[in-house]
């Protein structure tokens, strides 16, 4: 089936079999390896990615239920190189570890600091519940979290947000 969407600001024309998911798709067809491969159950969260502005499981959208839309993964936040505050925040508060989850915890929680910019811990650890972590147990990531949240600009890269302050 044919399809056209954009992804990380590109735009993408593609003959695909209407059962490649998307998280093969990116990482077989585009190249692009953050959003992993873990339960392929939509348990995990590791596949998550921004579909029109929103995170979804990566494991569990069908590339041709896209058509159209708008996919932005890990790679797409900050083209450039520069880490957005999240990821800086994950950075200084040690919330990687392994680094497998990170991609999908990050996608979640750029949704999440999208819809609430200062959320509360409860909050957080909400939109963390679809993110398995075997690492950090957690409360560095909540922590990285809500220093994101503090600096009001948890989308844009951590310079251009420093500079704003």
């Known amino acids: 089936m044919e399809i056209s969407m954009k992804v990380n600001g590109r735009a993408v024309d593609d003959d695909v079999e209407p059962t490649v998911v998307l998280v093969d798709y990116l990482r077989s067809e585009l190249g ?8 392929e159950t939509g348990q995990c969260g590791a596949c998550a990615v921004s579909v029109d502005g929103r995170a979804v499981k990566g494991c569990l959208a069908l590339v041709v239920q896209l058509d159209g839309g708008i ?22 508060e040690h919330g990687t570890q392994c680094g ?6 990050v996608m979640a929680m750029t949704d999440l600091l999208a819809t609430d910019p200062d959320p509360g811990e409860a909050e957080i650890r909400a939109g963390l519940s679809g993110n398995l972590c075997r690492c950090t147990g957690y409360q ?15 989308d844009a890269p951590a310079e251009e947000a420093a500079s704003d302050a």
């Open 32 to 39: 692009l390896t953050g959003a992993k491969v873990g339960c």
């Open 71 to 92: 996919v932005e993964t890990v790679e797409g936040l900050a083209p450039d190189g520069a880490l957005t505050p999240l990821q800086q925040a994950l950075h200084d």
């Open 100 to 105: 497998f989850c990170t991609p999908g915890v």
């Open 140 to 154: 560095s990531i909540v922590r990285a979290v809500l220093a994101a949240a503090s600096q009001g600009t948890a």
